[in-house]
T-cell receptor, first 118, second 113 residues
Framework: GAGVSQSPSNKVTEKGKDVELRCDPISGHTALYWYRQSLGQGLEFLIYFQGNSAPDKSGLPSDRFSAERTGGSVSTLTIQRTQQEDSAVYLC????????????????FGPGTRLTVL | RKEVEQDPGPFNVPEGATVAFNCTYSNSASQSFFWYRQDCRKEPKLLMSVYSSGNEDGRFTAQLNRASQYISLLIRDSKLSDSATYLCVVNVYLTGTASKLTFGTGTRLQVTL
């Protein structure tokens, strides 16, 4: 079946421009997560959605970062006035998320968007 | 102290060897645990969920020790294709069905001929 998809797969932008990254989760998954990963580093949690609301935005690094989710499905992560330190792979994951069971919290990742800020 | 700690490695082992990774977590309220595998420049993929009683999937065995707050992953009869970074993931339930997953930075495994 269809997995998590993300677009674009690669994005090169100039410092100061805004970028929008898109995530399309697995159908029926209510929970959606954004992470970023710099080269050779671990995953850095950014934000988590349950349905359309974001109970945990604690990982957003600055107010230049925002995310929304509409219709309980597609999510967009927006980075305004990009900086070179924003260069990373941005990963989206989704999970069933409706219950406190192990399998409902198993996250499945998309292929990521590689962002390069020049 | 980090919420989830792993030895970064690398663990270099010959094909056919048995290798074990440990992962410690600091939050005693953690309630579910996973192992993910990440190949170079690829997204993480779920390897195993870790059940309280421990579980096995082919050559892979996962164990949980709540008293000491660690989980382990054992790989038997290592294959070249097992070379990857193994990520330990710990889940803490918040209110309702909200939960927070914390990823370790990973342990790198290199299996050689």
């Amino acid at each position: 079946g269809a997995g998590v998809s993300q677009s674009p797969s690669n994005k090169v932008t100039e410092k100061g421009k805004d970028v929008e990254l898109r995530c399309d989760p697995i159908s029926g998954h209510t929970a959606l997560y954004w992470y970023r990963q710099s080269l050779g580093q671990g995953l850095e949690f950014l934000i988590y959605f349950q349905g359309n609301s974001a109970p945990d935005k604690s990982g957003l690094p600055s107010d230049r970062f925002s995310a929304e989710r509409t219709g309980g499905s597609v999510s967009t992560l927006t980075i305004q006035r990009t900086q070179q330190e924003d260069s990373a792979v941005y990963l989206c994951a989704s999970s069933l998320g409706r219950r406190r069971d192990l399998t409902y919290n198993e996250q499945f990742f998309g292929p990521g968007t590689r962002l390069t800020v020049l | 102290r980090k919420e989830v700690e792993q030895d970064p490695g690398p663990f270099n082992v010959p094909e056919g060897a048995t290798v074990a990774f440990n992962c410690t977590y600091s939050n005693s309220a953690s309630q579910s645990f996973f192992w993910y595998r990440q190949d170079c420049r690829k997204e993480p993929k779920l390897l195993m969920s870790v059940y309280s009683s421990g579980n096995e999937d082919g050559r892979f065995t996962a164990q949980l020790n709540r008293a000491s707050q660690y989980i382990s992953l054992l790989i038997r009869d290592s294959k070249l294709s097992d070379s990857a970074t193994y990520l330990c993931v710990v889940n803490v339930y918040l209110t309702g069905t909200a939960s927070k997953l914390t990823f370790g930075t990973g342990t790198r495994l290199q299996v050689t001929l």
